[in-house]
């Protein structure tokens, strides 16, 4: 099973507070992806010891310039959840990251997903 690590973003996805995931895939990696597929989800790489804790299916997957990115994916993206729980990415709130993404013209593949299962044992 193919799988996807959500690193910091990992907690809207347990809240079920996240339905996109953005990535810097060479189109060769992604076309392993297909809508439809179940993918299991990480909470970091497991090169660096990441578990699994859930089981997402991929509702759509697509190309987007970021700086093309909807309004609607700040919260899709689990961003005003992070917020309110004050989780940073390297010192930087979900706000500076998403108005550095708004300024970069180059393209990145969009994940859209459903959560199809938690793993139990991972949310303890």
Same mark, same amino acid.
């Given at each position: $099973? $193919?799988? /996807? ?13 996240? #339905? ?12 392993? =992806? ?6 299991? #989800?990480?909470?970091?790489? &497991?090169?660096? #010891? !990441?578990? &699994? ?9 697509? +190309?987007?310039?970021?700086?093309? /990115? &909807? $309004? ?5 993206? #689990? =961003? !005003?959840?992070?917020? !309110?729980?004050?989780?940073?990415? +390297? !010192?930087? $709130? &979900? ?7 708004? +300024? ?10 459903? /959560? /199809? ?8």
């Amino acid at each position: $099973m $193919m799988i /996807i690590s959500f690193a910091w973003t990992t907690p809207a996805v347990k809240a079920r507070r996240k #339905g996109c995931t953005r990535r810097e895939w060479d189109d060769d990696y992604a076309s392993r =992806f297909h809508v439809g597929d179940q993918v299991q #989800g990480y909470d970091k790489n &497991p090169r660096n #010891g !990441g578990k &699994p804790f859930c089981i997402i299916e991929i509702t759509a997957l697509y +190309k987007e310039r970021l700086c093309d /990115i &909807p $309004m609607a994916d700040w919260d899709h993206e #689990g =961003f !005003g959840y992070l917020t !309110g729980i004050k989780v940073t990415l +390297k !010192g930087l $709130m &979900p706000i500076e990251i998403w108005k550095s993404w708004k +300024k970069q013209k180059y393209e990145v593949w969009v994940v859209r997903f459903r /959560i /199809i299962e938690h793993l139990t044992q991972a949310l303890q």
